[in-house]
């Protein structure tokens, strides 16, 4: 190991405590997502913390995005670390925003509890680990090696749980994540220590309604049961597109093993009576059924294909069943993505985890998307990838917890990894 990286690592160690202390108080603010709270004393005491450690910090409001209100602003943080002269610059992102807790904790999911070894909170391991730990990645190195060139930049962004369209897809609008300002991005989210995550699958969602004719329930002949075409249209999913998306595998390593297959969700289905009436439910023929579907597809695969496979089997209804009609309503894509194995980030991360874990990294692809399709998409930045502590089957449950060690091992990959792509090694 070389004397740089004895120092940091002699450093990272002997901040332990403080990582963990300050993965607690990230926990403590309930920065819930959906509607978005605390998102602002929340980005200044990470903007805080660091402009005392030297950093420019400036905030970024996503004005007029989804959510944002004056209750609720979507504030953002950039804090970046100008180096000795010229040079790239390497980026840290990590969102701030966490989902909502649910009933099953057995703890207060905001206290940041720590226990045998672990941090536990809501944003624990989806991703305030991970941000703990490149805040204080960065910090060793910068002690460490004074002298760098080139510039360190770390950021807190809102809503990655909802799309992210007031954090990063808005900061990388404002050119925030595109070259010259930066060149290298790690995005820390929760894949495990020990793996590089390259990108992510393509998502589609959509509306699918069936149109029918309202009538007397006691009469329904007299009119046209949306619900019932609604039902043939589910069943024609479970005899044709099923297994048609189930035949179709990727060589992307996406992980769970599940997700290397083409997949669909079927998120709601609403008809007739609102789920809300009181008393007793209208005697009325629907007509009306809506389902939002959520298909999430392949690099093999291309967009116009993966709509298709839908309405063909839609226009196959409209030909072969009676009255059959409906209505489809695009609401929202994403590309898959996928950064190249030898770009310079993925090396560098891949010989950090080599040299800190000495074992090889595993190379894998998330199933659903996360703010690199941001970075790639607008940015036009794809030496992105996402590395950080946390396991993954942890994010979004109850008693969410990431482990110190694991936090401690990544931080100093990240460490390494910043390096190395600050100077090419040299
Ligand atoms: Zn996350």
């Known amino acids: 190991m070389s004397d740089l990286h004895e120092q940091i690592t002699r450093r990272i160690d002997a901040a332990t405590n403080e990582l963990v ?38 905030y970024f409001r996503g004005r007029g995005t989804p959510g944002d209100t004056d209750r609720f602003p979507r504030t953002n943080v950039i804090a970046r670390f100008e180096g000795r002269g010229p040079g790239p610059t390497v980026h840290f992102n990590s969102h701030i925003d966490v989902v909502e807790v649910g009933s099953d904790w057995s703890m207060d999911p905001f206290a940041g509890i720590v ?5 536990y909170g809501r944003g624990a391991c989806d991703m305030k680990g991970g941000l703990a730990s490149s805040i204080i990645a960065v910090e060793a190195y910068i002690d460490a090696n004074p002298g760098f060139m080139g510039a360190i930049e770390i950021s807190g962004t809102v809503d990655e749980e909802t799309g992210g369209y007031g954090g990063v897809a808005y900061l990388a609008e404002k050119g925030l994540f595109s070259k010259p300002r930066v060149d290298h991005v790690i995005i820390p989210e929760p894949l495990n220590k020990d793996r590089i995550c390259l990108g992510h699958r393509g998502v589609w969602w959509a509306e699918i309604e069936t149109l029918g004719v309202q009538a007397h ?24 597109l099923f297994p048609l998306l189930a035949s179709k595998q990727t060589d992307m390593p996406v992980v769970p093993k599940g997700a290397k297959k083409s997949t669909m969700n079927i998120n709601s289905i609403h008809g007739g009576d609102g789920e809300d009436y009181s008393g007793f439910p209208a005697a009325n023929v629907p007509d009306s059924c809506r389902i939002v579907i959520d298909r999430r ?20 209804l409209k030909d072969n069943r009676e009255d059959f009609d409906y ?27 080599e040299e800190v874990m000495d074992k090889k990294p595993e190379y894998v692809i998330s199933p659903g998307t996360y703010d690199q399709k941001h970075v790639a998409r607008i940015g036009h930045l794809h030496d992105c990838i996402a590395y950080g502590p946390g396991i993954l089957d942890l994010a979004h449950r109850a008693d969410e917890y990431v482990i110190i060690d694991d936090m401690v091992e990544s931080a100093k990959v990240m460490a390494f990894a910043t390096h190395q792509l600050l100077t090419g090694g040299k």
Request: charged share 25%; proline share 6%.
């Open 115 to 119: 226990r045998d070894g672990k941090v």
């Open 327 to 353: 209505a489809i309503r695009d609401m929202w894509d994403v590309l898959p993505t996928m950064t190249e194995r030898d770009a310079p980030v993925v090396q560098a991360v891949s010989q950090a985890i």
């Open 297 to 316: 597809f392949l690099l093999e695969e291309d967009l116009a294909t993966v709509k298709r496979e839908v309405t063909n089997i839609l226009e196959g």
């Open 217 to 240: 329930g006691s009469m329904p002949f007299l009119g046209d049961c949306a619900v019932r075409h609604m039902g043939a249209v589910l069943s024609a999913f479970e005899d044709e």
């Open 21 to 58: 202390s300050l993965t607690s108080e990230l926990i403590r603010f309930p920065t819930i997502n959906p509607p978005g709270e605390d998102y602002t004393p929340c980005a200044e005491y990470i903007g805080n913390r660091l402009k005392k450690r030297g950093f420019q910090v400036n």
